[in-house]
């Protein structure tokens, strides 16, 4: 959507200033990554939180530049941009995000983190929260010292912080086979995902489209497709990276005794484990499930309740219950 963009030059920085917005959410951050096509700029805060704003204007926005930022939240974790002003520079910054891919042979970490897939460059492959050694793997979830000297971030430090089972990768849509996808994400890399036996392509979905999908991460690093749609489609499914979780609205497509399958309006359905029969509920409801990551990447329902009437609820917690209950994954 195009919109009337005003640009307006101060004694403190560039001020970008778009129609207002409510219920905006402000932030101070560094430019950490930016994408001009896609039209967003990624920025860390303190403490390592990342945020993708969105903006007509991101091409005037450098590595390393502070931002102050007002902006509308999206349903994919982004940012609507409502006005972002420039306020100096920083030569580094604290980044929390999860390992994509490792490319060994180019020194360089694929990451995601607040709706954005980016690279950052790295001399090293020394963790420091672990008194072992090992190469970043996917799924790792990280904190680094980014230098913000160069044109590509320098991880000049990688603390492992934990495992993730599923992740966000967003990226362009570059190979379909019947057993896999490739995408290619951060202009650096490319990323193969595996496709789940039965597993449909949304309608519509072509090569060289750019897109978001949510993965399981296996024990062996395998990324396993479990959602994917359009990068321009912001309303079906959200997931919280800390929280190692999925959230889709969705129509109930299949129930068993094991198992739960919502389809949401434009994203192809997502089966989720139960640990229990659920009750209240029946194949044709419109709701919000939450679904967790277990082991292997399986999902499992932890929340569920009736998208058209609030007061409709019923959260089960399938934490540590049901293992192998679904066989969708």
């Given at each position: 959507m195009k919109r009337m963009l005003v640009l307006?030059?101060?004694?403190?920085?560039?001020?970008?200033?778009?129609?207002p917005a409510s219920a905006a959410t402000a932030w101070k951050g560094v430019v950490v990554a930016k994408d001009v096509k896609r039209g967003t700029v990624v920025t860390a805060s303190a403490g390592g939180a990342v945020r993708t704003a969105r903006s007509a204007n991101?091409?005037?926005?450098?590595?390393?530049?502070?931002?102050?930022?007002?902006?509308?939240?999206?349903?994919?974790?982004t940012f609507r941009a409502a006005t972002v002003k420039a306020n100096g520079r920083a030569r580094t910054a604290k980044v929390k995000a999860v390992v994509v891919r490792w490319q060994k042979a180019q020194k360089r970490l694929l990451v995601s983190a607040g709706g954005s897939t980016f690279a950052l460059s790295r001399t090293a492959t020394r963790t420091l929260?672990?008194?072992?050694?090992?190469?970043?793997?996917?799924?790792?979830?990280?904190m680094a010292t980014v230098s913000l000297t160069t044109a590509t971030p320098l991880a000049t430090s990688v603390s492992t912080l934990g495992r993730l089972g599923v992740l966000e990768v967003e990226g362009i849509l570059t190979k379909i086979e019947a057993a896999s996808i490739e995408l290619v994400v951060a202009k650096a890399g490319f990323v193969t995902l595996a496709l789940p036996a039965g597993f449909v392509l949304p309608a519509g979905l072509a090569q060289f489209d750019a897109v978001k999908a949510h993965v399981a991460v296996g024990t062996d690093g395998k990324l396993t497709l479990l959602s994917i749609r359009s990068d321009d489609d912001n309303d079906q499914v959200d997931e919280d990276e800390d929280e190692d979780e999925i959230e889709v609205t969705g129509t109930i497509t299949a129930l068993s005794d094991t198992s739960i399958t919502v389809t949401p309006r434009s994203s192809p359905p997502l089966t989720c484990a139960l640990s229990k029969p659920?009750?209240?509920?029946?194949?044709?409801?419109?709701?919000?499930i939450e679904c967790t990551s277990g082991t292997a990447g399986v999902l499992r329902l932890?929340?569920?309740?009736?998208?058209?009437?609030?007061?409709?609820?019923?959260?089960?917690?399938?934490?540590?219950?049901?293992?192998?209950?679904?066989?969708?994954?």
């Open positions: 307006l030059f101060a004694v403190t920085g560039l001020l970008v200033a778009v129609s991101v091409h005037v926005f450098k590595i390393g530049q502070r931002l102050d930022v007002r902006g509308t939240a999206l349903a994919d974790g929260a672990s008194s072992s050694e090992h190469a970043p793997r996917p799924g790792d979830q990280i659920l009750t209240g509920f029946a194949v044709g409801d419109l709701v919000e932890e929340e569920i309740k009736h998208e058209d009437n609030d007061d409709e609820d019923d959260d089960d917690d399938h934490r540590g219950h049901g293992k192998g209950g679904g066989d969708d994954h």
